[in-house]
């Protein structure tokens, strides 16, 4: 080892395992600083994209009012967002950086000195607060300064791309006129009445094919057999002691509650003077105006005069005049703490007169279920102790105060009031338990708590056809009854059409095929059963064409009449031609009378020109800049550490 050439090897082996663990895990130090990409010589680093993916996924639990953890984040895609962000912002970066396109250090600063996150107590812009707030987030302030650079540099390039952009004017009339244009038409809904023959009873050859054929119809859902123990408040509300004085303080501290005085709904309209006062009353008892006018002339809406409920005391020196009205009207001119005024009173409310006597019942249920929640909150631990000790329900229910049970239990299904499947924290973990769960004690908002055992899984199954054969019979003739109102239709339809246009025939239709015959291909059974006499075939007359609607805007509303109705009539291409329209389990048959081609001259047709033509312009703003910057991801090279990715995924919860 003291060899000269022997040193020479081993100082080099030392040098190469030096440096080998030098590099090794060196990311670590500084918390994880391993890039997860980079577009051409942009890099991305993990801690961009972990805070990144965390305001895409606040953004979304703002939107939708639940939070989101970082596996739901995943499965919805909220990451991909996240990474598609900011692989755009880094192409724009690279492509800024290599045009040379900046912003100077002076703009930099006046974005940072506006911005509210770094103003001080004296409302202006604090350097200390700024360096503090950047430290909690883990931002170096080199690196915010940059990005705010970058952000406005990435903007010039983006306002430069799609300053050209703009909807074109055929596009905008051709939308217009798609979206303005209204219709004539009259529409009729076919029911069992307008068929030639009642719909005949199908034998059970029939109906047991029905019910094969639809087995999805007529299988029961999955149930779950559980045994649960549970306690609420309500269960020891009968067995809590409260004291009588206690209950005569709660009475007291609600006392508004129990006791109030008359109260009237009141608007007060404040005029300069008494004279000016006088002249608006006598103005409102000719009935040349009203409050609400006089309140408008000066720019003041309704919710600027509106006193609320108020008392006779509240309204001082105008208390009398307005308490002396029987029935709503208006009072005054009284003076009042701003000046001479009159007052609208708009409804009387009774006074409220409850003894302690009368509200002791319900006081007393009330703090009962109050000292009961805090029971059991105090038990709620003896209740974990024996469960974690090898307890069974059914001992907890002989050792405690809690009530054993069972159910057969499945999703869907409607819950009684008073039992434990009413409750949506029992129906969530009902839904999630498995056979090797060990019961737990849960808590009910409320205060009560329970724990579950799954004893058995009792799979979907098709109920025997004597258990349901009446629902079976009314599914059959409800499809049957709807399958002739189609038939129906369609021969009206045709003939309708036949009577505009001379010389076209209408061709048979199913709804001259006997019921059993057509019953039997669908279901694959030949048993007979009477046929059905075919539905008439003529052409309605006009006074048997239905109810008009005229003027009827796309995405209009008829009253009692499924949507698809109206939505259909616009899909209707010449007048004269009708439409069949199953919606809702409901046949219409509808008739294009007349197309009314889109305004668009005046005032409104021009603002829904240009609503339309911005819209146009956004949806292309986004087209051009997505197809930019993808171009722009192409042409500079991409690459992605999954890896790392991976690992701020992991982190991210």
Same mark, same amino acid.
């Given at each position: 080892m003291r060899g000269k050439g022997k040193s020479t090897i081993v100082w080099l082996l030392m040098g190469m395992l030096v440096l080998g663990l030098g590099g090794f895990g060196v990311t670590n130090f500084s918390g994880g600083t391993a890039d997860i990409g980079t577009v051409g010589d942009v890099s991305i680093s993990s801690q961009d994209y972990a805070r990144t993916l965390r305001a895409e996924m606040q953004d979304f639990s703002a939107r939708t009012g639940r939070q989101v953890t970082g596996a739901e984040a995943r499965t919805i895609g909220i990451d991909q967002a996240a990474l598609a962000r900011l692989y755009t912002g880094a192409a724009l970066e690279d492509e800024a950086n290599?045009?040379?396109?900046s912003v100077g250090d002076k703009a930099v600063a006046d974005q940072i000195t506006a911005s509210q996150a770094f103003r001080g107590m004296n409302g202006q812009f604090d350097r200390n607060v700024y360096a503090d707030v950047l430290k909690r987030e883990g931002i170096r302030e080199a690196e915010f300064e940059h990005d705010l650079r970058m952000d406005q540099a990435r903007l010039i390039l983006q306002q430069a791309v799609l300053a050209g952009v703009t909807a074109p004017e055929a596009v905008t009339a051709r939308s217009q006129g798609w979206l303005m244009e209204t219709r004539d038409i009259h529409w009729r809904e076919l029911t069992a009445a307008d068929l030639a023959a009642p719909i005949a009873t199908p034998d059970d050859a029939t109906l047991e094919a029905w019910h094969k054929a639809n087995a999805d119809r007529f299988t029961a859902p999955e149930i779950r057999k559980i045994t649960y123990v549970w306690l609420t408040p309500e269960m020891l509300e009968g067995e809590v002691e409260v004291d009588e004085q206690a209950l005569r303080d709660l009475y007291q501290s609600r006392i508004d509650e129990f006791q109030r005085p008359e109260r009237r709904m009141v608007e007060r309209l404040v005029f300069p003077t008494m004279a000016a006062a006088e002249e608006a009353k006598a103005r409102i008892d000719r009935g040349e105006t009203s409050i609400e006018a006089l309140a408008a002339e000066r720019g003041l809406s309704l919710n600027d005069i509106d006193l609320g409920e108020v008392t006779q005391a509240e309204l001082g020196a105008a208390g009398e005049a307005v308490f002396a009205l029987e029935q709503p009207g208006v009072a005054g001119p009284a003076s009042s703490d701003l000046g001479p005024a009159l007052f609208s009173m708009n409804a009387i409310l009774e006074p409220v007169n409850v003894p302690f006597e009368q509200a002791r019942a319900d006081l007393r249920i009330e703090a009962a279920v109050d000292r009961a929640r805090r029971v059991i909150e105090d038990k709620a631990g003896e209740f974990s102790d024996l469960l974690a000790g090898g307890a069974t329900l059914e001992d907890l229910a002989k050792e405690t105060e809690m009530k054993l049970g069972q159910i057969d239990w499945s999703a869907g299904a409607e819950a009684a009031p008073d039992s434990i499947d009413a409750y949506p924290e029992f129906r969530q973990h009902a839904a999630q338990a498995t056979e090797k769960d060990f019961p737990e004690l849960l808590t009910f908002d409320d205060g009560g708590v329970f724990a579950m055992r799954l004893d058995a899984i009792q799979p979907p199954a098709l109920i025997p056809f004597a258990e349901v054969r009446d629902r079976v019979a009314e599914d059959w003739t409800r499809n049957e009854t709807r399958r002739q109102l189609l038939a129906l239709a369609e021969e009206r339809k045709l003939a309708a059409e036949a009577a505009v246009a001379p010389g076209i025939e209408p061709a048979p239709t199913a709804a001259t095929v006997p019921v059993a015959q057509a019953v039997g291909a669908a279901v694959g059974n030949t048993a007979t059963t009477p046929p059905a006499a075919p539905p008439e075939a003529a052409a309605p007359p006009a006074a048997d064409r239905g109810t008009p609607e005229t003027n009827l805007a796309r995405g209009g509303f008829i009253n009692g009449v499924?949507?698809?109705? *109206?939505? %259909?009539?616009?899909? $209707? /291409? +010449?007048?004269?031609? #009708? +439409?069949? *329209?199953?919606?809702?389990?409901? *046949? !219409?048959?509808?008739?294009?009378? /007349?197309?009314?081609? #889109? #305004?668009?001259?005046?005032?409104?047709? @021009?603002?829904?020109?240009?609503? $339309? @033509?911005?819209?146009?312009?956004?949806?292309?703003? %986004?087209?051009? !800049?997505?197809? !930019? @910057?993808? #171009?722009?991801?192409? %042409? @500079?090279?991409?690459?992605?550490?999954?890896?790392a990715v991976d690992a701020v995924n992991a982190q991210v919860q």
């Open positions: 290599r045009l040379g396109v499924p949507q698809d109705v *109206v939505a %259909q009539a616009f899909q $209707i /291409k +010449e007048p004269g031609d #009708a +439409e069949v *329209v199953d919606a809702d389990g409901r *046949v !219409f048959l509808v008739t294009l009378d /007349k197309i009314h081609p #889109a #305004a668009t001259e005046g005032d409104e047709a @021009s603002q829904i020109r240009d609503g $339309i @033509s911005a819209r146009l312009v956004d949806s292309l703003h %986004q087209d051009v !800049f997505d197809y !930019f @910057s993808r #171009a722009l991801q192409a %042409q @500079s090279g991409t690459t992605i550490n999954q890896t």
